[in-house]
């Protein structure tokens, strides 16, 4: 099986301050991160050694270990590009995303309060995220906690946040909503409508549209 690995920034550890400052961000990245890489691998040489018939698993608790890490691999790998420094990132979607955003929540501002808030009200730890369904050819906005549980199947994430306390508390403390509001300066749009524009695609090749 193949494993995993930790991406690199996209930009320097200091390229999206002064909203998220480089010390949060060598942590988050180097280290927490990288922590979900190594749970994600970790939990695939033990399923590889059963099959190998070399140990026996707690197939469940594997299970679960391989779901959580791997997801927050996933869920990281999507966040650090959704970000560009301050002068790139922020404003507001055009294109693809700002018909869609239109189209799903009636106005750009709409979504973000709905964003805004999906974010602020994660309990405990969480991510918000906007994805796309290819079912319905529509973008929806999810709460998610840890980085797995309420994730529904089949959606794509475009645009996530990170709520963990990991992501915001050296520098906010224990004020995520001024993270989350900061946060809008630095998304960055063009990553995002990338995203779109392949999901769109890949979900009408996977439901053989
Ligand atoms: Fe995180």
Known sequence: MKRYELPPLPYSYNALEPYIIEEIMRLHHDKHHQTYVNGANAALEKIEKHLKGEAQIDVRAVMRDFSFNYAGHIMHTIFWPNMAPPGKGGGTPGGVVADKINQAFGSFDKFKQLFTSVSATVEGVGW?????????????????????????????????LDVWEHAYYLQYKNNRASYIENWWNVVNWDDVEKRLNSAINHGKASLNL
């Open 128 to 160: 918000g995220v906007l994805a796309y369904d290819p079912l319905t050819d529509e973008l929806r906005v999810l709460q998610v906690e840890k980085h797995n549980v309420l994730m529904t199947a089949g959606l794509i994430p475009i645009l996530v």
